[in-house]
């Protein structure tokens, strides 16, 4: 039998591997985009405290003894 003479319909015969396809998995933004926010406000704190801290000041041994 020829192709053209087939029963099948073309059509739903692609409709029908279509449904047996599996699906596509897409990939998510949300877990990415929050760890991002994440490092930025870690970053953002810690520049904050380096900038908030008292000076650190060292003396020589040199300097403290009279």
């Not at 870690?42 to 405290?49: E, I, K, Q, R, S």
Request: no cysteine; hydrophobic share 55%; charged share 15%.
């Amino acid at each position: 039998m020829s192709p053209p003479d087939s029963v099948l319909d073309p059509e739903q015969m692609a409709y029908a591997r279509a449904l047996l396809r599996a699906p596509v998995a897409r990939e998510r933004v949300w877990p990415a985009l929050a760890a991002a926010g994440f490092a930025a406000t870690a970053a953002l704190a810690l520049a904050g405290a380096m900038i908030m801290a008292p000076p650190v000041t060292t003396q020589h041994v040199v300097e403290r003894t009279p």
